[in-house]
Nanobody, 126 residues
Framework: VQLQASGGGLVQAGGSLRLSCAAS????????MGWFRQAPGKEREFVAA????????YYADSVKGRFTISRDNAKNTVTLLMNSLKPEDTAVYYC????????????????????WGQGTLVTVSS
């Protein structure tokens, strides 16, 4: 599986961005998809994930209510809509995929995902 993330950029605090991740692979619809981010000098952290069922979404507490993850299995894409952005959201955002229906206790762990995109930079100015 190859993942290609896009949509990052510079935005003012309070603004919005939409990140997209295009995935290859005929069985994409079965994959658990996730978004992680890594700020300078910090460890990579979980942002959001969506399991096979489009109703099964999970968020980090820091983004809950502001970010929305969705997927389009027909187009092999996963999208992260980010609203009310804050300077602390500044990071490189990575999409990730795993062919398993990742269990809930592991869905927030980077080690649970086998495939990673190249990352897209999001910068939120104050």
């Amino acid at each position: 599986v190859q993942l290609q993330a896009s949509g990052g950029g510079l935005v003012q605090a309070g603004g919005s961005l939409r990140l997209s991740c295009a995935a290859s692979g005929r069985t994409y619809g079965r994959y658990t998809m996730g978004w992680f981010r890594q700020a300078p000098g910090k460890e990579r952290e979980f942002v959001a994930a969506i399991r096979r069922s489009v109703d099964s979404t999970y968020y980090a507490d820091s983004v809950k209510g502001r970010f929305t993850i969705s997927r389009d299995n027909a187009k092999n894409t996963v999208t992260l809509l980010m609203n009310s952005l804050k300077p602390e959201d500044t990071a490189v955002y990575y999409c990730a995929a795993d062919p398993q229906n990742v269990i809930l206790t592991a869905i927030r762990l980077a080690a649970s995902y086998d495939y990673w995109g190249q990352g897209t930079l999001v910068t939120v100015s104050s």
